[in-house]
């Protein structure tokens, strides 16, 4: 059977019917990404707007709203574009936090988010140079489909805690034997999280059947419902969590750039010192660097775009998009931006190219004017999603040779580390620290690549900053 043919311009330009897609699951899949990760369009300006800097600022949560918006727009558009792949930027969380929580109080705004941009400069020599994706190119690929799985784990995990389904037991440590429950006492309750079960129930049956949109049926579905019960019972506002499903008032808001070019970016080394804010930088590096190594990998590797060696498909240009993400993210007072693990929403719906990012940033581009709409699906509306993906990325699973200890091990603990410590980056590090230790013990230093071992001399490095800053202060 000779191979399909491409119908028009665009289809040729991102290569849809190439790889096995069509318009309609790119479509189905950027509408899917965009519901699934528009909640930084309300978590975004909580986390920022909610901290203050050393001086007692604020930063206002109008003009953080269309901050973040306005980069999730213009940088998933470009990652569209330039890298043809269905992969979703924005505001990273963790990132966001770090910035918010350790960063600002020790300096002004303009100096943290000068930080952020200095930090995205840095990334951005590093891909130039070839090394962050030499450094990719140097991981085995057992070790890339245990990234996958992890993160498959990891999300489901987020998306069972957004909609309540797991909770964290206060006073947990020292208190009782496990640090996490079903539901807020232990059983689930209320109307939230009967939503999200029903939510899972639908989507997971919709993909059973093999139907088209599944996940972004589910979604919508959920949401209708979320309303509806919000409207009939009395819920308080706050067992939604950040979102309460309800239609708003307003439907159009005029958006407030008032924060873009708001940042310094040498203001940091008179606040906090050289030595201070190397190690800031430090951290937000490598953060930045391994997750998005992370997420790359894992949502390219579930679409089934790695070439036979495992590589990922114009990958030096992905590298230098998220890369400039995090300068314009800095550059616009919204935080380092990275490339979204919810992305694998939108291959879940069958998304295989860049045509997907362009209704996914257009979405984002609506959501300038319709902030109010963009904020109505619940997370017990979208974490259903989450779940269903998770079981997609889980599968990679079968691919690990789990009998041979030199790489199974490593590649559980990428896995099991990614969501016990809420982190891809520190269950990237779990594995490449036991991956090289193993080889060594075994003899068999020289299979790997001297990346690898600098990656994991730095991976102990973040994992012992704390003594280390004590030490050198």
């Keep these: 059977m000779p191979p399909a043919t491409a119908s028009n311009g665009i289809d040729r330009f991102f290569r849809i019917t190439e790889r096995g897609s069509d318009f309609g699951r790119e479509i189905r899949g950027g509408f899917a990404t965009f519901f699934t990760m528009a909640y930084i369009l309300v978590l975004n300006p909580i986390i920022l707007g909610g901290a203050e800097d050393k001086y007692g600022h604020h930063l206002s949560h109008t003009q953080l709203a269309t901050a973040t918006a306005l980069v999730a727009c ?36 303009d100096d943290a988010m000068g930080v952020v941009v200095l930090e995205g400069l840095i990334i951005c020599v590093l891909v130039l140079t070839g090394l962050r994706e ?60 009967l939503v999200f079960c029903l939510g899972v129930l639908l989507t997971i049956a919709l993909m059973a059947r093999g139907l088209r949109g599944a996940i972004l049926i589910g979604i919508v579905t959920t949401t209708v ?55 800031i930088i430090f951290t937000l590096i490598l953060s930045d660097f391994f997750d ?18 495992g590589n990922v498909p114009n990958l030096g ?24 693990i919810e992305s694998a929403a939108g291959v879940g719906e069958g998304a295989r190219t860049g045509f997907a990012n362009l209704v996914t940033g257009g979405l984002f581009g609506l959501a300038l004017f319709l902030t109010p ?53 520190n269950g990237i590090g779990a594995g490449f620290v036991s991956y090289v230790v193993i080889k060594l013990v075994l003899g068999k230093a020289r299979e790997v690549h001297w990346l690898l071992w600098g990656t994991a001399a730095l991976f102990l490095a973040y994992f012992a900053i704390d003594p280390i800053e004590q030490l050198l202060t």
């Design 225 to 279: 419902l979320a309303i509806a019960i919000n409207e009939i019972a009395d819920i308080k506002p706050a067992a939604w969590g950040l979102t309460v499903p309800k239609m708003p008032d307003d439907v159009v808001a005029s958006p407030d750039f008032g924060l873009l070019g708001d940042f310094d970016l040498f203001g940091a080394w008179n606040e906090v010192g050289a030595l201070t804010l190397v190690l």
């Design 317 to 340: 240009r992905v590298l230098f998009i998220d890369s400039v993400a995090a300068v314009a993210g800095g550059a616009a007072s919204a935080s380092s931006s990275t490339t979204y």
């Design 134 to 193: 030499a450094v990719m190119h140097a991981i085995p690929q057992p070790l890339k489909q245990a990234i996958s799985v992890g993160i498959g784990l990891f999300i489901a995990f987020i998306g069972f805690i957004d909609a309540g389904f797991v909770t964290r037991i206060p006073g947990a440590i020292g208190e009782s034997s496990v640090p996490v429950q079903m539901g807020g006492d232990g059983q689930l309750s209320g109307w939230p999280v």
């Design 292 to 309: 998005t190594m992370g997420t790359v990998v894992g949502v390219t590797n579930e679409a089934g775009l790695l070439d036979a060696q």
């Design 74 to 109: 213009v940088m998933t558009v470009i990652m569209g574009v330039a890298g043809n792949l269905p992969l979703a930027l924005a505001a990273g969380l963790g990132l966001n936090a770090v910035v918010a929580f350790q960063i600002a109080p020790k300096m002004s705004w």
């Design 373 to 425: 709409l963009a904020t109505v699906v619940p997370a017990q509306a979208a974490a259903p999603a989450l779940i269903a993906v998770g079981f997609l990325m889980m599968s990679q699973v079968r691919h690990i040779e789990w009998e041979r200890y030199e790489i199974a091990i490593p590649a559980f603990l990428t896995v099991s580390v990614m969501p016990f410590t809420y982190s891809i980056t």
